[in-house]
């Protein structure tokens, strides 16, 4: 919703863009980490059961939004036409594929 307001912005202000759209990047990526922090304190580590398993706070995914928030970040802060862009684009890929793969 932010990033819509901005969008009014874009053509007339390019700095008004530029906050807001750093401002979302970053606390996406608070967010996120704090939501990694709230999850790994449920009961899934008190009680290794099935239950608990299946019941408990994926702690895996609050990182998504921490890495749309990087995403974002990068697409300010790299050229989309460089070769930098898709290298960052991977190495972010391949974290979060190391999480999954040994998360399990």
Known sequence: MILLIGLVFVDRRRIVWKILGNAVGWISILIGLVGVLYHLNSSFFEERTLKSLT??????????YTGLGFLLLLNRM???????????????????????????
């Open 78 to 104: 790299v050229d989309a036409n460089s070769m930098e862009w898709p290298k960052w684009v991977l190495f972010m890929a391949v974290g979060v594929t190391q999480e999954i793969l040994f998360s399990v």
């Open 55 to 64: 019941y408990s706070a994926p702690f895996a995914a609050p990182l998504a």
